[in-house]
């Protein structure tokens, strides 16, 4: 009886580890859409609510969300989502990421062309910039349209998000005559971008879309007077405009703080400057 009490003791973590069971957590979904507007395939990280994806009967009011550089916050933005819907910060939101590379970054997330010849690798990434007018009639035309159509839905509203170069493509979507979105999270963007294009092409027209700006104050970052123009035109032509200067972020955590704060600031319909 001792020795067969012996081996069940040798064996137990061998027989606890073969009844370990290991599988992938997975999130989301992938949806690949083909643009003919931008002659290339569009990757979609879309987050579902859980209420939209077990409701028998339709919902009216769902929130759309769009990430730029959608891979590096899709994940952290599903689950401030979850949390942000359950405490009734923010409304039943789908989110959408759209991943990103180093080309197009440059390729879609900027205004104009601006020729770069410090390098041949520079001038080769530069020579593809100035894109997002196709983006946007992408977004606007193909993509959005196609979600609604999977999801059965009608976007009630609809935010973009964007950080560095992606907040040079928030802001262009917000100086563009087609106003695509009702609300605008924008963080440490490359204001500098064409000589500052966006503050020489903001209009002094009055503007009731939410947005949300912020600049880090450590580390690589933008200049607090570098935002001046920027900051002055909004102040006076848009009451839904906040700006923060978050002094303990820096260039790269500066995204996810504004992510954070930005959602609560514009899903606050009575948050007015």
Avoid at 136 to 158: A, G, M, T
Avoid at 183 to 212: C, F, G, M, T
Avoid at 215 to 242: A, P, Q
Wanted: glycine share 6%.
């Amino acid at each position: 009886m001792k020795i067969f009490n012996l081996i069940l003791i040798l064996l137990f973590p061998f027989l606890g580890y073969s009844q370990t069971k290991v599988t992938d957590l997975t999130f989301g979904k992938k949806i690949t859409i083909n643009s003919e507007i931008l002659s290339d395939s569009i990757e979609c990280w879309v987050r579902i609510p859980e209420r939209l994806n077990q409701s028998n009967s339709k919902i009216d009011s769902v929130s759309l969300l769009v990430l730029l550089d959608g891979d590096e916050y899709f994940k952290i933005a599903s689950d401030i989502a979850e949390l942000y819907e359950w405490s009734n910060k923010m409304p039943l939101t789908v989110i959408v990421g759209l991943p990103s590379t180093g080309e197009s970054r440059y390729k879609y997330y900027t205004p104009t062309n601006v020729k770069n010849l410090n390098s041949k690798e520079d001038s080769i990434l530069y020579s593809k910039t100035g894109n997002f007018n196709l983006f946007e009639s992408s977004l606007s035309q193909e993509v959005i349209p196609r979600l609604e159509h999977y999801l059965q839905v009608k976007f009630s509203e609809k935010t973009i998000f964007g950080h560095s170069n992606g907040g040079l493509g928030a802001l262009s979507f917000y100086i563009s005559q087609n106003h695509l979105f009702d609300h605008y999270i924008v963080a440490s963007p490359a204001i500098l971008w064409d000589n500052y294009y966006i503050q020489k092409n903001i209009s002094n027209n009055s503007r009731k879309e939410s947005i949300y700006l912020s600049l880090s104050n450590n580390g690589w970052d933008y200049s607090l007077k570098s935002y001046g123009t920027l900051i002055d035109v909004l102040e006076k032509t848009n009451k839904r405009f906040k700006f923060k200067l978050n002094e303990e972020e820096n260039h790269a955590t500066n995204g996810l703080r504004t992510l954070l704060d930005g959602l609560i600031y514009v899903n606050n319909k009575n948050k007015i400057q």
